[in-house]
């Protein structure tokens, strides 16, 4: 079993930056991937970022892409989100999660955190 912890969300204005944490704690062999979704008010659990663990292979979702990195730092079990130029869009409860991809095959994440939340507003 794997327990994923994220922190860092809040509120923010527009413009802004926020970088996300994610730490995991326990083990599973069968994971070498880490990400973030989110899911706005009303709306459905949307990708955001994933990335292998061996930093191999990477997507990003369109709506981010050039306003957000991601990043793993394996000797801390940690995975980061750092987001700039925030926009009201981007508010949301932004989700941890873990899984694993073959090739450029992505299983549905098997372990999710119970999010943070983040409000870009003025």
């Known amino acids: 079993q794997v327990q994923l912890v994220e922190s860092g969300g809040g509120l923010v204005q527009p413009g802004g930056s926020l970088r996300l944490s994610c730490a995991a704690s326990g083990s599973d062999f069968s994971l070498n991937y880490m990400g973030w979704y989110r899911q706005a008010p009303g709306k459905e659990r949307e990708l955001v970022a994933r990335?292998?663990?061996?930093?191999?292979?990477?997507q990003v979702a369109e709506s981010v892409k050039g306003r957000c990195t991601i990043s793993i730092d394996n000797a801390k079990s940690t995975v980061y989100l750092q987001m700039s130029s925030l926009k009201f869009e981007d508010t949301a409860v932004y989700y941890c999660?873990?899984?694993?991809?073959?090739?450029?095959?992505?299983?549905?994440?098997?372990?999710w955190g119970k999010g943070t939340l983040v409000t870009v507003s003025s």
């Open positions: 990335m292998a663990s061996n930093g191999g292979i990477m």
């Open positions: 999660s873990a899984g694993r991809v073959d090739g450029r095959a992505w299983a549905v994440p098997k372990y």
